[in-house]
């Protein structure tokens, strides 16, 4: 069973900066993607970024592109979320999720999920 662990939540002011960790308990992350997304209160959940190990790639959403960069440490089983120039927007429950076929998109949802990590952005 795939298990995975959200870490490096918490408060900030609007403009500051966190960094999120998702440990994964896997043999090795290289054929996995890994995604984060969020969900904020009276919300659906959203996808924020997403990881693809097997080549490198990376996405974001386009309420996060150039504020919040995704990398991994494969030697680690880890992908990070730095988020920066944060603001009261991005105040949400963080998740970080994979899965066998997933691969970044919505065609393979993926099927394990971390317990998440509250973000809270106010001044």
């Known amino acids: 069973q795939v298990q995975l662990a959200e870490s490096g939540g918490g408060s900030a002011q609007p403009g500051g900066s966190l960094r999120l960790s998702c440990t994964v308990s896997v043999v090795t992350l290289d054929y996995y993607a890994v995604g984060w997304f969020r969900q904020a209160p009276g919300k659906e959940r959203e996808a924020v970024s997403c990881?693809?190990?097997?080549?490198?790639?990376?996405s974001y959403a386009d309420s996060v592109k150039g504020r919040f960069t995704i990398s991994r440490d494969n030697a680690k089983n880890t992908v990070y979320l730095q988020m920066d120039s944060l603001k009261p927007d991005d105040t949400a429950v963080y998740y970080c999720?994979?899965?066998?076929?997933?691969?970044?998109?919505?065609?393979?949802?993926?099927?394990?999920w971390g317990q998440g990590t509250q973000v809270t952005v106010s001044s």
């Open positions: 999720a994979t899965g066998t076929d997933y691969a970044c998109s919505d065609r393979y949802p993926p099927q394990h």
């Open positions: 990881i693809r190990n097997s080549d490198g790639h990376t």
